[in-house]
């Protein structure tokens, strides 16, 4: 069966094709971040607006990557939260075009579950059970993955995510939009040990994760620095307070992947969303897994991001592991803007 996937969940349009026997045939993605870079963050009209010119240039790109016409596609899958709400209504209102048209099934999938099975799309892929770290935008979350749609939460952010955390430090540092991917640029420059910033939570009994503190620390380490410098923060500070801010976000995020190994027994993990991106953290945890006689899986590079190949392979491995009703064409949709990855296996009405 050959699915293709459409995710406008926010600020990415990307569109796939993936088969539930050969796996991915071809994606394509176009990315806002030109767009909303004069603005300092995403906004939410230009977004949507954005995602209804592209999304039909980005199918046909899709379908000829893929070698296939309209007609060879048998299922049709979107993200339908969380998200934007107009964003994802530009998504889930093509698709559900799609599907109706041709007399195809259309299949709401959750945008987190796509993170979430986005490495089983990677070479070697992990088998199941396995624990999985989930650092996209605003979430950041310990899950125990027995399955397909079998997810168990073990830990979760109580405030800001680490996305955020990256973000929101790089903003106080001046660093621009994204702020993620720019502070991680700049700490290569710097001296991780520089500025003594705290790890929040790390010595707690639970998984839970909090990094607003950690925002307020660099705020504070910055006006002390400016206020001892009349104003100044030289660009050695600057990248050392990024490297210093980096390893904090990073040495979080391991303490608590590592407890949750140990938690639940399990030798595997799996770290998918944005955030799996950052080199630091890649290199952290893979060194920390080996050393333990456990191994740690990534997805690939180009699919940490937001897009569609993730949505189309969540819709295959749902389709698998027999959790779509393939004869329901109704095309009855909603999108959920906020939808708890707890409720994944609820049928969306």
């Known amino acids: 069966m050959k699915i293709i996937g459409f995710e406008s969940s926010c600020d990415e349009t990307g569109v796939a094709v993936v088969c539930t026997q050969q796996g991915l045939l071809a994606h394509a993605l176009h ?33 000829t990557k893929a070698g296939l016409s309209i007609s060879d596609i048998d299922a049709v899958a979107y993200t339908a939260g969380p998200g934007l709400a107009g964003a994802l209504l530009v998504g889930a209102s093509v698709a559900q075009s799609f599907a109706w048209a041709r007399g195809l099934p259309a299949i709401p999938i959750h945008h987190l579950e796509g993170h979430l099975l986005s490495p089983l799309m990677a070479n070697p892929r992990p088998e199941f ?14 899950m125990r993955v027995n399955g397909t749609g079998d997810y168990e939460l073990l830990g979760e ?77 030289t660009d050695q500070q600057q990248a050392d307070l990024a490297a210093s801010t980096e390893a904090a976000i990073v040495d979080v995020l ?47 590079l180009e699919l940490c991001t ?35 990855l707890h409720d994944v296996c609820t049928p969306l009405v």
């Open 254 to 300: 391991a303490i608590k992947a590592i407890k949750a190994m140990k938690q639940t027994g399990l030798r595997r993990l799996v770290v998918a969303g944005g955030v799996g991106a950052n080199h630091q953290l890649r290199s952290r945890l893979t060194s920390v897994l080996e050393a333990r006689g456990g191994k740690v899986f990534f997805p690939p």
């Open 157 to 233: 952010t109580l405030d800001d995510a680490a996305g955020e955390a990256f973000d929101k430090t790089a903003k106080l540092m001046g660093l621009g939009y994204p702020g993620g991917p720019a502070l991680s640029k700049l700490a290569q420059q710097g001296d991780p040990g520089s500025y003594v910033l705290p790890r929040p939570m790390q010595h707690s009994k639970d998984l839970d994760f909090s990094f607003s503190g950690l925002k307020t620390a660099v705020l504070t380490r910055l006006r002390d620095i400016k206020k001892q410098q009349g104003g100044v923060v």
């Open 31 to 63: 990315s806002q971040i030109a767009m909303h870079q004069e603005y300092g963050g995403v906004v939410p009209e230009l977004a949507s607006r954005d995602h209804i010119r592209r999304v039909l240039p980005l199918t046909r790109e899709a379908l």
């Open 306 to 340: 937001d897009n569609g190949a993730m949505i189309a392979f969540a819709a295959a491995m749902r389709v698998n592991a027999g959790l779509v009703d393939l004869n329901d064409h109704s095309h009855a949709f909603t999108v959920r803007p906020r939808w708890d």
């Open 129 to 142: 059970p396995f624990v999985a770290l989930l650092v996209s935008g605003g979430h950041t979350q310990l």
